[in-house]
């Protein structure tokens, strides 16, 4: 079964940056299509950005396209989200995923979720 292990979230004022980054064990990373994901207190689980398993094909959601930037090391086996100009409205949990196919991405059609990690931003 794979294992996430999501880790980079904080306090962090407005404007401000982070960098969540996601380690995955007990699979073929390379093989693996990632996604990260948020969940704010009292809303549904969201889809944030996925990346192909080459990395080579990066997709976001429109509320982070042009702040957050997701990357992928597969020598480490970790995904990276950063994350810059951070508001308010990015206040979250943020999860990471893997799938075999970007449909099963998209629908969060996983049995397993990591911790997560919070990010909060405030002033």
């Known amino acids: 079964q794979v294992q996430l292990v999501e880790s980079g979230g904080d306090l962090v004022q407005p404007g401000g940056s982070l960098r969540l980054s996601c380690a995955v064990s007990g699979a073929i990373f390379m093989l693996y299509h990632m996604g990260w994901y948020r969940q704010a207190p009292g809303k549904q689980r969201e889809l944030v950005a996925t990346?192909?398993?080459?990395?080579?094909?990066?997709n976001y959601a429109n509320f982070v396209k042009g702040r957050f930037t997701i990357s992928r090391d597969n020598a480490k086996n970790t995904v990276y989200l950063q994350m810059n100009d951070l508001k308010p409205e990015d206040t979250a949990v943020y999860y990471c995923n893997a799938a075999s196919n970007l449909a099963s991405l998209i629908r969060q059609d996983f049995d397993y979720w990591g911790q997560g990690t919070h990010v909060t931003v405030s002033s």
């Open positions: 990346i192909n398993s080459d990395g080579r094909s990066l």
